[in-house]
Structures are given as C-alpha cells and as structure tokens.
C-alpha cells in the first residue's frame, strides 16, 4: 500500500467518525472547499458551505441517524467505503446501504459519489 493511499484510509476513518460527531467539522476537515458530491440518481452539490447547509438540514431531519462503515478499499487517489446509515428513530430494523467512491486530494475527499435510494432519506 502506498503514502497516499494509507493517508486516504485515515480520511475514510475521520470521514466516519465526524459524520457521527461533528458534521461541521465533518465537512470542513474531511473535504477540499471546492468539493463536489454527487447524490448519483439526487442532487449534485458543489462546495463546502453547500455541502454543510445540506448535511445540517439531514441532521436535523434526522438527528440519530449514524453510519457504520463495512469496508474500505484504497487505489492511489480513490478509496471506495461500503457503509450503512441507520436512524433509531426510523425503527430498529431501519437501514439505508450505500457506497461512496471518494476521490482525495492532499488528504482530503474531492469528489464523493454516493449510490444509494436517496427517495429514502430526509434533508435531499
């Protein structure tokens, strides 16, 4: 495995960990300012300060919901993360599958595609 995509690992890392935390934080330490993501089959949002104001009105739409990362895979520039996000408050047995594939740029995600049934979740 190589410096870059051991360092892009570590992003995937935090990428989990502030989502769960600190979605400020979240998007500004994880993403470049100049970010693209692409709700593949949703919205396509671009910049940091678009991101946050999306990600702040799913927080608030559902402020339980958490993510579990299954899997992540690293090749050079890009790390691909099979997740699940879960909301309590949907029920027990809720859960929404996705898989992001993160480009990165000097430590940071540039580009998020994201696969998921976005019909299924608030705030898009």
Known sequence: MTGTEQRNLQTAERY?????????????EVYTAD????CMGGPTIRGSE?????ERAVLNAAPQRRMRVVHRHAS???VV???V???PARGAEW???FVAI????DGKIETDRSYADWSRWPGL
Not at 50 to 54: I, P, R
Not at 102 to 105: A, D, H, M, V
């Open 76 to 78: 050079g520039d890009a």
């Open 81 to 83: 993360v099979e997740a």
């Open 95 to 97: 859960e929404l599958p």
């Open 16 to 28: 989990e960990t502030l989502y769960n935390t600190d979605i400020d934080r979240f998007v500004r």
């Open 102 to 105: 993160l480009k990165c740029r």
């Open 35 to 38: 970010c693209t993501v692409h």
């Open 50 to 54: 678009e991101f946050l104001k999306v």
């Open 85 to 87: 996000v879960t909301d």
